[in-house]
């Protein structure tokens, strides 16, 4: 009999219908024997009502008390579905952050959770309930309520199974598990049935937007076997779990990630002094813009070239910055470029493996696609390439890379 | 420098801009130097809303979950009144019942009030906060939600009200006040600056929907202060007190209630043995029907008529039952009446004063209103007559009694 806490997102319990759905699947999972937490987020778009509605009071919401209104969207859902499964004779118990008790830090709208009492859910599970409890939210030490942030259900889910010392933690979504790399672009794309954490950290920071990824940062923390599957279909999932002893069949990499919302910074002509990064990039930070890649290569002439890439939205943002920052290091100039994409291939297999990069550069130079940007991980090679290549990029290095499903290879 | 309980209900709060009123007038208040406890109802409709939602799983949500619900609803407007106050530059705070804490026993959907933690209120308080603590509900033992049921805001209020020695509790509704009866059916109504526990419990039960009975139970029993004032008009209300010492100019009657909700059914014929009342009224309430009126007049020939009314929702329930008795008891028939009204002449006064009651059927009488039945207590005369008599039996009696206003009897 295995412990297993399971996780609902917003569209998952969407609707009353789709809550009767989910109560169907934990109906079986208890009858096949299992121990059951559920952990579920608000009716999707019922998080946004309520800030909405808090922000026609106020633009800038007081953050104890938008916590306040917000946390009541999951503690709807979980008495909803504690009746449908009570409904179908399954004995259950909804709890509020706050009820279980799930202690965070005081930190509104994006709290961490410091401990989780798990008394009562073990009470309820030795007398054969299930346990349904409220995502995103907790309590601070002054009994007030806090929320951890978008997405933070997640990050709730693997903290009670953590706690609980659960011997998985299956979170439903919309998607039958995480790919090799986007199926829309590339029809060959594969469901892993494995993942590591930190490859699945570099796909989900990458854009494969599955996970949150303070949640599998806390899985891989405390080792806790994080599953994902769909919340509708039948399937195994994709299992992120803990870098095991390599086999000969593992992959050299797990997937292809890709994201097309960054934009292209270069101040050309700096002088090659210590503290210029910091000097670039310390007005950027303190404008509140955040740097993915940072590029630097080796100085000609006294003077280098520094690039990194901001998010699109902030571009114009950057520039202005970035401009006044090279009248001061009397720099020669600053050119940008918005129409770029960013590839990355993945994989602890990389790791053992020499010669993963240029396999990448060779791939991509077949194609005739030229390279922008370089940089790398222990697990991850990224290049920036224009946007207009990324599909055929991504494609040419699922084929490269023996991603493509042999069963879909031809057709 | 007072301290005050001001409750709001589900009007008051109904819009954002509802709220944004509430705030300004509690400001005034907190600027005039009181100290402030705020009680708030959901948002009109939203309590029925939830219901909706947990009937769409279940036509009998479980109770302990249902609570979990509805309790949001009140949980919003406590947060968006106290961002309203901040946005003020008020310093305030919210609490669910759960954080007060306002401890109830486990009846959930109308659980009772057994007990208030005062701390951190009276902190808040010290430290110039303006405590905002939603209505209806509470917390168990076991630290499940409850709610107190219908209404159970006003009772949130006054119980809050108590716990702190409060030296008013003020109720905010869409009347501004209590009436010697109703303005609708009398233009001569007039607003009472005062009334009593006893008389208001007579007139609330007996449809002058103005305030919780429970409420000015409790208020009575804690001798709470309760005034009952407009949500956005100004005026002293109606004070709800103790009964003083009467003074010359207290009038006999205070009001005149009605209710046209019930139906009248009589037994003919029936044995006049011990145990016939149980004999008719113990199906009845076995059938769940609620009996208010209930005549027995002496018998003639060993036999006996009995009367009682029941709500007309009831009536053909209540005739199939006494139906099904009178076989048994070998009565003679049974009869009813659906069109039928409840006239009440409601004070205090009237205790000290001979001759209320017969003043009444005067004026009846005059009016050529004939009574089907009478039932009286210390401080009320009811009679049941012809519902089209209604209004003009009111009338009359709100004349006979000089209830009428002075200042508009020209009009």
Redesign the interface.
């Known amino acids: 009999m295995a412990l297993i806490v399971q996780k609902f997102g917003g569209t998952s319990v969407g609707t009353?219908e789709r809550?009767?759905q989910v109560a169907d699947k934990v109906k079986k999972f208890r009858e096949a024997g299992d121990d059951l937490v559920v952990v579920l987020s608000a009716m999707s778009g019922e998080t946004n009502r309520?800030i909405e509605?808090?922000k026609?009071?106020?633009d800038q919401?007081?953050p104890?008390?938008?916590d306040?209104?917000v946390?009541?969207g999951e503690?709807?859902t979980?008495?909803?579905l504690?009746?449908?499964l009570?409904?179908r004779g399954v004995p259950a118990?909804?709890y509020?952050g706050?009820?279980v008790r799930i202690l965070t830090d005081s930190a509104h709208n994006k709290a961490r959770i410091l401990q989780i009492d798990d008394q009562?859910i073990r009470a309820d599970l030795k007398a054969g309930r299930v346990v349904v409890v409220a995502g995103f939210q907790g309590v601070d030490e002054h009994?007030?309520?806090t929320t951890l942030g978008r997405g933070g259900s997640d990050t709730t889910g693997v903290a009670l199974a953590a706690a609980l010392k659960a011997d998985e933690c299956q979170i439903y979504t919309d998607v039958d598990g995480v790919y090799t790399t986007d199926p829309r672009v590339v029809s060959q794309a594969q469901r892993l049935d494995k993942i590591t954490f930190e490859e699945m950290l570099e796909m989900a920071s990458l854009g494969s937007k599955v996970l949150q990824i303070r949640a599998v940062e806390f899985a891989g923390k405390y080792n806790v076997p994080l599953r994902v599957l769909h919340s509708f279909q039948e399937g195994p999932g994709t299992l992120i779990t803990i870098d095991e002893e390599e086999s000969m069949e593992q992959p050299i990499i797990s997937g292809i990630a890709f994201n097309r919302d960054e934009a292209k910074l270069t101040i050309r002509g700096v002088p090659d002094t210590p503290g210029v990064a910091f000097g670039i990039l310390g007005p950027i930070s303190a404008a509140n813009i955040e740097v993915d890649m940072i590029v630097q290569n080796v100085s000609h002439d006294n003077t280098t070239d520094f690039t990194f890439t901001v998010h699109r939205n902030d571009y114009d943002k950057a520039q202005k910055v970035l401009g006044e920052t090279a009248l001061k290091l009397n720099a020669r100039e600053v050119i940008g470029d918005t129409k770029i994409a960013k590839v990355s291939i993945v994989g602890v297999g990389m790791r053992s493996h020499a010669g993963v990069a240029s396999r990448m550069f060779e791939a991509l130079a077949k194609e005739s696609i030229n390279i922008q940007m370089i940089s790398t991980s222990e697990i991850k090679v990224s290049v920036v390439i224009e946007e207009k290549y990324l599909e055929l990029a991504v494609r040419a290095l699922h084929t490269a890379f023996e991603l493509d499903a042999p069963s879909r290879q031809g057709e």
Do not use: F
């Open positions: 009353v809550i009767e309520l509605l808090a026609q009071i106020s919401p007081v104890r008390e938008l306040v209104i946390s009541t503690q709807v979980i008495a909803l504690a009746m449908a009570i409904k118990v909804s509020t706050n009820q009562k009994g007030s309520i």
